[in-house]
């Protein structure tokens, strides 16, 4: 329980001491028009408050990865806590904050752009088909998940098919409309109701006096699967997550101001990891051990583990409510997917939005291959977007990088998590039997040598960059 309560604690005092030295590091400037205003076409670009923004920002981000992710990641014990606080505060807060700011300062850009500007022209067609192809996956398994969770909850006549129907039916609608007209409204309703379903659990934790284990490095996996990198692609959304890099820009093209920064995009990393905190704790302590866990989700997946824990903390009524509110994360991370991909695209090919036709055509293929999706295997797809999502989170920290050194910054708060995540997720990919299925051993000296020589590419780069720029009065942004 104190390690749970603590790290809780960590968490919130991170937003306040850390988050405020990235955003001295970075430097605001309060003056400065965001492309909010300058670049306003009623659609994507227009400028709403800071609490409104907020909330659309941690709906867009949390999705069920701070859920689904710590359930499947409590399976290592403790250590599970030790990675959401402290990947949480020095490198998920970190990449959000980096990424949004650097959006706003360059146009509201999206991170294929970004990847364009600062790491080479080859990166943006490479970057671009690499955040389609997460956000297709994010996107289907955000109708799978929650459309999983509704059937439990739902009379026997109201058939999956039926369910799956209904919401692409609402993310054709989000991705589609202007950004105030649906989300922008009905974000505050869910908004409440994913608050008073975490802090219901939360409390009940606590107040019940659950037996959440207590800090321990050991390995509690009943499969003894290897901690690193395995815990660091499970726990995703709740410490680091790429597919943020994909929906901060979103909001970068809402935001007024850039003293606001700060509150949206590093503070509701923060928020999103108390969430994955308490789900963590809760798939700890409710299953007889680690053994029973493991049984529960082998039956029926993370969901049951949200099923069995809401009703056993919160009763019939409340459990029901609070896996309302579990389903309202996916799927308001699911319509914003389908909404960044689309404007992904349309800035690829640089085709205006305000026209809704034009919007349609790019949209509709998107669909069309989500749903074919779908009748994979959701185990699978999670295994495919851990690895794509934290590949795609460890190139926005690189860009982040590039960006504070050619500007004469702090550049090492995004580097120390950008080696670490590249260590990680190399490993993972050469290991993992859907990558080459090397032996581990093997796959951690390879990936110690490729992370080895992006270091030494970077800093190549980045100096060659930092020259170029001596010749620019202005720090790093995109040409106007």
């Known amino acids: 329980m104190y390690t749970f309560i603590g790290g809780v604690l960590l968490l919130i005092l991170g937003y306040f001491v850390y988050g405020r030295f990235v955003e001295k590091v970075f430097g605001v400037k309060e003056q400065r028009q965001t492309p909010a205003i300058t670049k306003r076409d009623n659609v994507d670009y227009l400028p709403m408050g800071k609490q409104r923004n907020s909330l659309i920002q941690l709906l867009n981000i ?48 999206h991170l294929p752009e970004l990847a364009g500007k ?33 059937a439990s909850i739902t009379p026997s006549w109201v058939s999956f098919g039926l369910i799956i129907a209904a919401i692409f039916l609402y993310y054709i609608l989000a991705t589609l409309l202007p950004i105030d007209k649906i989300i922008g409204r009905l974000y505050p309703f869910f908004g ?45 959304c709740g410490a680091l997550s790429g597919f943020h890099a994909t929906q901060t820009p979103i909001i ?72 309302l509110g579990v389903i309202v994360l996916p799927i308001t991370s699911g319509d914003t997917a389908f909404r960044s991909a689309r404007m992904i695209i349309a800035d690829y ?9 034009t919007r349609l055509w790019i949209a509709l293929p998107l669909f069309a291959i989500s749903i074919v999706l779908t009748r994979v295997d959701f185990t699978l797809l999670w295994r495919y977007f851990s690895w794509a999502n934290q590949s795609t989170a460890v190139i926005a920290l690189w860009v982040a990088a590039m960006y504070l050194f050619i500007a004469k910054k702090n550049y090492w708060i995004a580097v120390i998590p950008g080696v670490f995540m590249t260590m990680a997720t190399t ?51 995109l040409a106007a």
């Open 62 to 109: 949390a999705g069920v990865g701070p859920i689904f992710g710590p359930i499947m990641g409590a399976l290592y014990g403790p250590a599970a806590f030790i990675w959401i606080v402290v990947g949480c505060i020095f490198a998920g807060a970190v990449h959000d904050y980096l990424t949004g700011m650097i959006s706003i300062r360059n146009r509201g850009a």
């Open 118 to 150: 600062f790491l080479g022209k080859v990166m943006k067609h490479v970057v671009n088909a690499f955040a389609i192809l997460l956000l297709l996956l994010v996107g289907t398994v955000f109708v799978t998940a929650p459309a999983d969770l509704l």
């Open 192 to 236: 409440a109701l994913l608050v008073i379903s975490a802090v219901g659990v939360g409390v009940s934790l606590v107040v019940t006096g659950a037996p959440i284990p207590e800090l321990t490095f050991a390995n509690m996996h009943p499969d003894k699967a290897p901690i690193f990198p395995l815990l660091f692609l499970t726990i995703s």
């Open 252 to 323: 970068s093209r809402t935001t007024k101001n850039e003293s606001q920064g700060r509150y949206i995009f590093y503070g509701m990393m923060i928020a999103e990891g108390i969430i994955a905190m308490i789900w963590a704790a809760a798939a700890m302590s409710l299953f007889d051990g680690y053994g029973g866990l493991n049984e529960v989700l082998a039956n029926g997946g993370p969901a049951a583990v949200v099923s069995e824990v809401s009703v056993a903390m919160l009763g019939a009524v409340g459990g029901t409510l609070a896996i």
């Open 349 to 357: 090919l640089n085709i205006s939005q305000k026209k809704f036709t």
């Open 427 to 477: 490993t993972y990919i050469l290991n993992a039997a859907i990558g080459f299925g090397l032996p581990m051993n093997i796959s951690y000296i390879l990936s110690t040598i490729i992370t080895i020589s992006i270091i030494a590419l970077f800093f190549k780069a980045a100096v060659k960059r930092r020259k170029d720029q001596l010749q620019l009065d202005d720090e790093p942004t």
